[in-house]
């Protein structure tokens, strides 16, 4: 599977931003989908991620009440809603996809997108 990641951009803190990440092939609605990003210096870290119906879906606590992840299916997209963003969160945001289980680590992940900078100044 092919991944697209897009809306990126430069913020203020508090501000709010929507990635989206498109997929290619029929069978995105299999897929597990995550978010991953990675800070200049620092090691890819895992975001989010969302059961392929979207029923499920896991957090990092840095994020929890602050970003929503959400899925469509019918668009092959998945969604990553970023509210209040602090400067902390300035990274590159990677979207990823597995078959299996919601699981935190890169190394489970077997197709990347190429990664939308976020940057948010304070």
């Known amino acids: 599977v092919q991944l697209q990641a897009s809306g990126g951009g430069l913020v203020q803190a508090g501000d709010s931003l929507r990635l989206s990440c498109v997929t290619s092939?029929?069978?995105?609605?299999?897929?597990?989908m995550a978010w991953f990003r990675q800070a200049p210096g620092k090691e890819r870290e895992f975001v989010a991620a969302?059961?392929?119906?979207?029923?499920?879906?896991d957090y990092t606590d840095s994020v929890k009440g602050r970003f929503t992840v959400s899925r469509d299916n019918a668009k092959n997209t998945v969604y990553l809603q970023m509210n209040s963003l602090k400067p902390e969160d300035t990274a590159v945001y990677y979207c990823?996809?597995?078959?299996?289980?919601?699981?935190?680590?890169?190394?489970?992940?077997?197709?990347w997108g190429q990664g939308t900078l976020v940057t948010v100044s304070s």
């Open positions: 990823a996809a597995r078959v299996g289980g919601l699981l935190r680590s890169t190394k489970w992940y077997d197709s």
């Open positions: 092939g029929r069978t995105f609605s299999s897929y597990v």
């Open positions: 969302i059961s392929w119906s979207g029923g499920n879906t």
